[in-house]
């Protein structure tokens, strides 16, 4: 059945930025306060800049040309970002390096709808992820997508100290563009995302177990 023009508001991509900017601070007592976490970044290394999250880009040419998502219809032939090495070491740069790799899986489930790789490497008491896993079904059930809505990280950093439940954290600074829900027939959920003017102060907890890492939390500060 063909739906209205402008059908009733979806999470789509707000979902992500809005639960974001609307959580609360971690509750673990080993947090970093925004201080100290602009002190661990303020003369961030090479691996503390936006590189990891770039390294995770796959550099192999796909078989088909990738196309972002339009008004007309989705994103096709979008590649799976790939973790980098230096994200499997339970290490600060490590740490940094999966911290990136991670928001670029949730890049490419808003591209996709898959959340598959993000739920490989979360946990469930991550609320943030049941979250964005909802999102992500909600905005491509039957033939819809989400346009837009790519989340950008400008800075990063860590004090790689464990917290009482055995976690690591990292502090990041991110941005949302602009998206949108979309469906057939120019079909439009809400007035959409207007995007992050601003960087967004976020936490994530993570715990390394055998050989890699898993996200347990992240948050807004």
């Not at 690591?168 to 469906?183: D, M, T």
């Not at 601003?198 to 993570?206: F, G, P, Y």
């Given at each position: ?139 491509y059930e039957n033939d819809d997508w989400i346009q837009g ?62 050989d890699h890492w898993v996200v347990n939390l992240v948050e807004?500060?």
């Open positions: 059945m063909i739906r209205s023009a402008i059908a009733p508001l979806r999470l789509g991509t707000l979902g992500l930025a809005a639960i974001l900017l609307l959580g609360g601070c971690s509750g673990s007592s080993g947090e970093p306060n925004a201080e100290a976490a602009e002190n661990s970044s303020s003369s961030p290394s090479s691996s503390e800049s936006t590189s990891p999250m770039e390294s995770a880009t796959p550099s192999a040419t796909p078989a088909a040309s990738y196309k972002p998502a339009t008004a007309e219809g989705p994103a096709e032939n979008v590649p799976l970002p790939v973790m980098p090495e230096l994200a499997k070491r339970e290490s600060k740069e490590g740490l940094i390096a999966f911290g990136h790799y991670w928001f670029s899986l949730l890049n490419y489930g808003y591209e996709t709808g898959d959340a598959s790789p993000v739920k490989g490497l979360s946990t469930s008491e991550c609320q943030l992820c049941e979250l964005y896993y909802v999102d992500l079904e909600e905005g809505g790519k989340i950008s990280i400008s800075s990063s950093g860590s004090q790689f100290e464990k917290t009482p439940e055995g976690r690591y954290q990292l502090l990041l600074s991110i941005r949302q563009e602009a998206g949108v829900n979309r469906g057939p027939n120019g079909v439009i959920y809400g007035a959409g995302s207007a995007g992050d003017e601003q960087a967004t102060a976020q936490i994530m907890e993570a715990t390394y177990i055998s807004n500060m």
